[in-house]
Structures are given as structure tokens and as C-alpha cells.
């Protein structure tokens, strides 16, 4: 049987198809298009999945979309019915698009499919769980668990915006829901963007920056009591009440009313261009804390709910991995599973997933792997000939090593690395999610007390308080990290080992906020943030063979068996599919090599690139 999922229309679309129950192929559609979070019909992941799965429409047993449009449209119209006379101008804005576009999905979405080839329309069998069940069958299905409880927190589904339920087998149950307007994800949301991040794509940029906030200071105990005693009400199950005086995301075309929150925090909303202060990063901390304690209680009402050994976890809030990590160290559950692609993208193949399992009854087969995300290298992969024609449109020079001697390669990595370049390096079958996990990747040396500050502002060309993640080998992430499972996804924040980290300076707390980002923290600089903590990525010999061997053999030089991984792209760009998106970001940045597969590019045997600031026009700053 072989069920096709889709999410579409609002952001981060993709593509999921699995057979039998086994995951093919997932893609994001913004990989394809090269545009951030596109929302648009996943015209090109559908197809790649179709390619990839050896399958045309007709032999589609159904296909699956993420949520249920009707109801969500009801839950607008409510909304908007309940906050009248509010909102008028965003519901004139909304409307013409509900019922031009989203009210006839199923003509929409055949005649998307149409354009990638003909089909009988009349044998194509739609199905539309609903939107957290999509996320929970995402996390459970994919989970090496038969008996988990599962929780769901995002901004919102049709009505609910947080879920906790129980997986059994084959059968998942919702056991409790918090609806709209009242959610963990909007409230987060607002945040990001009172302190200047774009929302939806800016979330993560929040929780780097919490840790600059100074926990002892009264200032941050002053805004934590503002939140809980103005804008959320915490009960006890991890429910909450949003003061909706507050917020406009109900009715406007804001997240919130800007003169009521500069009056509350006593500060003028942060724009883009302002500088960073001191305020901006206390405040980040604050509501980093109330979400933690939120999601904690979420969490123990889930075991209280279902009495489960296990937690599986998806929606946008599970890519909170602060959270995630403090969670872990709970001990409430034994073990926790994070889906990779936690947000919408993951919705498609939750969806499939749910078809699957729930509507047609299907048996859940145990995992061939150490889940069924198979490290999440669900996406496309290019052969040697495919590399070379991409190579050779821009001329490009190359050393290619057979596949007999790729231990030379890594070797011959491992010692520029060693020497402090920065190496791009694409292999295999890309990410599905958002996190780069060692394919299409940028890598750098953690123990460089230089190599943060050059990939924030040479490679990456973003805020340089941005912090980076680890790849370590995971039979030696004991050995840098309070971590005492895998974590093969970077969802999981962990403390580096005292005994690596460095006494900070007597004056330490009086400095700057630039000034304490560059003070040295442990012996592995590039990756320890401002609070000794990492964003830690097991890396696993039978999931991604390249890449164990890789940092294998940067142990055998420097005897750390740890490296900088991040997202290969620049600000405001999806991360690379394709060799020739790879070669052109190598080239219009501060890159010193590139690795493509079996070959080796230097930066300097490369002809002129003339477009290096091509990039800063062609994507959107995120």
C-alpha cells in the first residue's frame, strides 16, 4: 500500500510518501524552490517522492493532506464572530483567499497534481485527519516505541494547539486538547516578535538568545511575574489562559498590540536594525523559562494521563530543544522521541502515516533502525555523473577520489579542518526537517576559539550571537556532554562537562554583551554557549557511514571526535539540494572547501566568481 501526505498553504510545505508502512521519501518543497518556508502546493516534492518511490498517481492508494480545512476555516469564522467588531480588516484580508483558494482544496490540489501528470480523478481517494493528530502520528509511527504517550504543542491546528494523547500498536488516542485562542506556540510567538525576529521562522533565533539574559538579575524575576500575572495564566495540567487585551493574532494582522506590551516591559518593541540590549536578552530569558515550565507540566500530565515509560513529542514548540533537553533530565519518562521535522513540514508524513496506521488499520511493523526517520536522509541524493555536469556549467576544478581510497578524503578533511577551514560538505540523501545532520552541512573546528565568529559573519552572514551546534561520534559523546542518550536529530540541548569548561574572568558579569559572547568557555569554544550548554547531534555509524568516518578520523588527528556542524546556506536561505546550490553558496562566501560527494573543491583553484553578492538579493533576510 502506498499512501502519499501533503502540507501545504500556510508554511514549510513538503511532501512524504511511505509503502507498506515504511518511510520512502519526505521533502520540504522550499528546497526545491529555493524559497524559505514556501507554502505554495509541494509540486516538486511531490514529484520527488513519486520518482522515488518508483510510483505514478494511479498506483497512489490515497492521498493525505495535514489538517482539516473546513474546520479551520469554522474556527475563523468564530473567531472573528466572537472578537466583532475586531479584526475587520484582517478578516477582509483573509476571506477572498479562504474561498477563492482554501475552501476547494481537493479541485486545488487536482488540478497541482495534474500538472505532474495525468490521472484517473475519480480513483484518487483523499483523506484529512486532523491537524495534531498529524503531528502526533509524525512523532508516534516514526518512534521506535509500541506504547508512548504523545504530546503536541504549536501555534494552532483547526482548533487545538496543544494535544497529549496515548500511542498503542497501531492506534493512537487524544486523551485532552488546549484550543485557540490559547497556545504555547502563539505566546512564544509573540515574543519573537516583540524582540524583532520574524515569527515563524524566527523562534529558534529567540531561544539562542535567552542565554544571554542574566538569571540572578531582578529584572528578569520582574518580567517572569509580568508574564504570569498579565499575559498567561499557568494551570496546574500545563494549560494555559492567554490574556487576549493583550494579544491580536485572533483579529490582526500583528501578533500583538505593540503600545500595551512597550507599556508592560517598559521598552519600544525591537526592530531588525536596533541594536541588541541588555533587556531585549532578559526578556528572552523570562519567557524561555514560563515555556519550559509550561511544557514540564504539559509533560507530567501526559504520564499522569497514560502512566507511559515513553514520550514522543511534535508541532513547532518540540523544535525547542532548551526545553527539550531540561525535560530529559526530568527522568519523567525513560527516554524521549522527537520527530526531526516537528513543525508543519512533518505534518505530510504524519498524515500518511495516520492514514495509514488508522484509517486502513494497517500493523505497525517493528524498526528496521534505531527509528523509522532513518536519521532523516529522506530526500534527494545525486549520483558522481550528476555532480560532474553541475561542476562543469561554472568550470569548476575538483579532485575526485575513487570510492577504495575515501579514506584519504576524509583524512586529507579531517587536516583542513584541523588547519581552521571551513568545509562545506554534501553527501547522500538530504534532511528532511529543519536541522542540517551531517549531509548538507557546513563544518568547522570546535575547539577554534575564532571559528563562531567567522561562520556567523564570514559564512553564514548573520547576527553574531547566534550560537552552533556539535556533531559528535556517539559512542564519545560521554566524553563532552552531560548526555546520556542519543540525540540524533540536534533536538536535545545539553551542559558541556564541567571539567572542560573554563573559570570565567572576575569581571565577567560587568562586560558587554558582545564582549561576554567571545570569552572563552571550555576547550571547545565554537560550540559551548553563553551558558555552557550545546545543541548536541549524535552521529551513528549505520545511519551516516561518511560522516562517523569523517569525524573518526579527525579523532585520529586531533583526538577530538567532535566538529561545528551547521545548515549548509547563508541568512535567509533554504539549505542547499542540489550539487550546483552547494557550489554556488561555496562560492559566494568566505567557504575554504567543499566536498561534493567523492570530490574535493579548493576555494583558490576556483574561476572568478562574479556574482559573489548575488545572494543577498536573490533570498529574503529571515
Known sequence: MTILGISAFYHDSAAAIIQDGRIIA???????????????????????????AGANINDIDAIAFYDKPLLKFERLLETYYGFAPKGVQSFIKSM???????????????????????????KVKFLFPEHHLSHAASAFYSSPYQDAAILTIDGVGEWATASIGIGKGNSIEILKELRFPHSVGLLYSA???FLGFKVNSGEYKLMGLAPYGNPDSPKVAEYIKTIKNELVDVKEDGSIWLNQEYFSYATGLHMVYDDKWEKLFGFKKKE???????????????????????????????????????????GGVALNCVSNGKLLRTKLFKDIFIQPAAGDAGGALGAAQAAYFIHFNE???PCITQDEMQGAYLGPQFSDLDIEQDLRKYKAVAKKYENENLDEL??????????????????????????????????????????????????KYREGFR????????????????????????????????????????????MQLMERLYVLRSDLPAITHIDFSARVQTIHKETNERYWKLLEAFKQKTGYGVMVNTSF?????????????????????????????????????QPEWKEKDDWRKEFKLD
Open 26 to 52: 519526505a521533502a520540504q518543497e522550499e528546497r526545491f524552490t529555493r524559497i524559505k518556508h514556501d507554502e505554495s502546493f509541494p509540486i516538486n516534492a511531490v514529484q520527488f517522492c513519486l520518482k522515488y
Open 96 to 122: 477572498p483567499v479562504w474561498l477563492k483558494e482554501k475552501m476547494f482544496l481537493k479541485r486545488i490540489m487536482h488540478e497541482e497534481l495534474d500538472k505532474i501528470e495525468g490521472y484517473d480523478k475519480s
Open 191 to 193: 515574543f519573537t516578535y
Open 272 to 314: 531588525e536594525e536596533d541594536e541588541l540590549q541588555q533587556h531585549h536578552c532578559d526578556l528572552g530569558y523570562a519567557i524561555q523559562q514560563v515555556t519550559e515550565e509550561i511544557v514540564l507540566l504539559m509533560a507530567t500530565e501526559a504520564k499522569r494521563l497514560t502512566g507511559a515509560d515513553y514520550l514522543c513529542m511534535a
Open 363 to 365: 500493523e505497525r511493523k
Open 410 to 459: 576524509y583524512a586529507q578533511v579531517a587536516n583542513l579542518i584541523n588547519e581552521g577551514n571551513v568545509v562545506g560538505w554534501f553527501q547522500g540523501r538530504m534532511e528532511f526537517g529543519p536541522r542540517a545532520l551531517g549531509n548538507r552541512t557546513i563544518l568547522g573546528d570546535a575547539r577554534n576559539p575564532e571559528m563562531q565568529k567567522k561562520l556567523n559573519l564570514k559564512i
Open 467 to 510: 550560537p552552533f551546534a556539535p556533531s559528535v561520534k556517539a559512542e564519545d559523546c560521554q566524553e563532552y556532554f552531560d548526555l546520556d542518550t542519543a540525540s540524533p536529530y540536534m533536538l536535545i540541548v545539553s551542559p558541556v562537562k564541567e571539567s572542560r569548561r573554563r573559570t570565567m574572568p572576575a569581571n565577567y558579569n560587568s
Open 569 to 605: 546556506n547563508v541568512r535567509g536561505e533554504p539549505p542547499v539540494c542540489t550539487p550546483e546550490d552547494a557550489y554556488k553558496c561555496f562560492m559566494r562566501t568566505e567557504m575554504d572547501y567543499l566536498v561534493v560527494g567523492n570530490y574535493l573543491l579548493s576555494k583558490t583553484e
